[in-house]
């Protein structure tokens, strides 16, 4: 498990992470969401220990990182795809991991074929595409077959095949009961891989809760309803205590009544509809106007 309690970071006049308290269990996907600059990479990086905390602790695994006798067979991270060196190949960047924590060489092979570099593995990554990167930098997380797995944007680079490949990798990673944590901008890609979410604006939590529940708790449900009549079931809609909205394209965004009430008015009245569905709020709609509300109350108590 990776604990935070009380984490905090300052530069200056400046708080990047702000009193964060959080858990991130085994056997999920845990997405770390926030705008640019609001603490998800300074978050990390404490926790990996490349930066030390004005205040607060963050464990893995009961522990500092820094107390990890071999780091990379519990915590495999990955934040820059930048960080291997470009003069070495593939391989022999693995090989020095492997060597740094006591781990057999065969396991190079093993998370070549993993990330599918192996038949470039001789290559110098100095010639690797922004995605074999990514691919690679997974790689060195995962050499030493570790519990937890820290990954910051790990989907930049990868196209669309190389995203889907990634979003089967970590929900079976989770499945095997590791601890998983990244962080991205991706809206769309989180919702179809995340178990979990922790939701941060300028360095605060803002939430902390699985994905379903997050959207049930901040996703207004509404109901697309398109007809002939739009204006007649408006109006006997309002009546009902609905809430009414006529979309450009003459769609009605309905709100306050449930699809079941719609139906039986639409039925008393005889109106015809060629349409009737949920239109729940996107994550990312969601995501934004928290985060947008979070960051609005600051400046109010700034001021």
């Not at 009961?62 to 930048?82: I, K, M, N, Q, W």
């Not at 408006?234 to 609905?242: K, N």
Request: glycine share 10%.
């Amino acid at each position: 498990m990776i604990e935070t309690r009380g984490l905090t970071k300052r530069y200056g006049g400046l708080t990047a992470v702000d009193e964060l308290t959080f858990d991130v269990r085994p056997g999920l996907v845990t997405a770390l969401l926030g705008r640019n600059g609001a603490g998800k990479s300074t978050t990390l990086r404490l926790a990996l220990g490349l930066d030390r905390p004005t205040a607060g602790t963050v464990r893995i695994s009961g522990r500092d990182y820094t107390d990890l006798p071999e780091p990379l067979r519990t915590v495999g991270a990955h934040l820059d795809s930048s960080g291997a060196h470009g003069g070495r190949t593939a391989r022999d960047h693995l090989r020095w991991l492997a060597a740094s924590n006591r781990i057999p060489r065969q396991r190079v092979e093993t998370v070549l074929d993993l990330v599918d570099l192996g038949s470039v593995a001789d290559r110098r990554v100095r010639g690797f595409s922004l995605g074999m990167r990514q691919r690679l930098g997974l790689a060195a997380a995962l050499i030493g077959d570790p519990q937890v797995l820290l990954l910051d944007e790990p989907t930049n680079g990868l196209d669309a095949e190389g995203i889907r490949w990634l979003r089967t990798f970590l929900r079976e990673l989770a499945a095997e009961g590791r601890t998983v944590l990244v962080s991205s901008h991706l809206m769309a890609e989180v919702a179809r891989t995340a178990d979990r979410l922790i939701v941060v604006a300028r360095g605060r939590l803002v939430a902390d809760a699985p994905l379903r529940e997050f959207l049930d708790l901040h996703a207004e449900r509404r109901l697309r309803v398109r007809t002939a009549e739009g204006d007649r079931l408006r109006t006997l809609l309002a009546a009902r205590g609905a809430r009414v909205v006529v979309a450009p394209d003459g769609v009605l965004c309905v709100t306050g009544v449930d699809a079941e009430e719609v139906g039986a008015v639409a039925h008393e009245y005889s109106v015809t509809l060629r349409e009737l569905a949920l239109d729940e709020r996107s994550l990312e709609e969601v995501f934004l106007a928290l985060t947008g509300e979070a960051d609005t109350a600051r400046d109010g108590r700034a001021s």
